[in-house]
């Protein structure tokens, strides 16, 4: 091998290694930026977190009344089962005061069953739905037995609707829902 070629050799190897350390130096920025990006929106996440929790505990009474089965009880956002067990859920898909709200409970096997008489309801009973200032009084027009797939009663509609839903205990595949609306 000539001195040309060893010299052309070295010089291939030096862009390699450059090319390679630039890389190198490159990914670093990029995990590093990522890193921090993350690390950004997990600290914003969590802040919002507990802004939410401060609002929540800030947050004027959220509570549904129910005279004919004496149900009086805390609404808390959310449909898992920790907050199941505790109050009645929101559907967050679902408005909160105007439209059609969505709230769930349930009606056997939890800490708290506010949904467990809801099949006693009928047409024109009442129910009472509190968020702060805002106070609704609702009648109840519907009272039935729904698949577990049908959310279709949770659709927006153009008045006032509270749609409550719980399992039946015998039919699991089945869900009870109760739909009022706003007495004006």
Not at 15 to 34: A, G, P, R
Request: hydrophobic letters at 40%; glycine letters at 4%.
């Amino acid at each position: 091998m000539n001195c040309c070629s060893k010299r052309c050799i070295n010089l291939v190897l030096l862009i390699i290694v450059i090319l390679i350390f630039v890389q190198i130096n490159i990914l670093t920025v990029m995990m590093i930026f990522h890193l921090r990006h993350n690390n950004v929106v997990a600290i914003n996440a969590r802040e919002t977190k507990i802004e939410k929790q401060d609002q929540n505990t800030k947050t004027e009474e959220w509570k549904l009344v129910i005279p004919k089965i004496n149900v009086s009880a805390n609404i808390q956002e959310g449909t898992n089962g920790e907050v199941i067990n505790n109050y009645i859920g929101h559907f967050q898909e679902t408005p909160v005061i105007n439209g059609n709200v969505g709230l769930i409970a349930a009606s056997a096997g939890y800490k708290e069953n506010y949904f467990e008489r809801l099949v006693e309801l009928e047409e024109g009973d009442v129910i009472i739905y509190i968020l702060g200032e805002n106070r609704k009084e609702y009648k109840v027009t519907k009272n039935i037995e729904i698949e577990e797939t049908d959310w279709s009663h949770l659709s927006n509609t153009d008045n006032d609707v509270l749609t409550l839903i719980t399992g039946i205990l015998e039919k699991p595949q089945s869900r009870r829902c109760v739909q009022a609306v706003e007495i004006e």
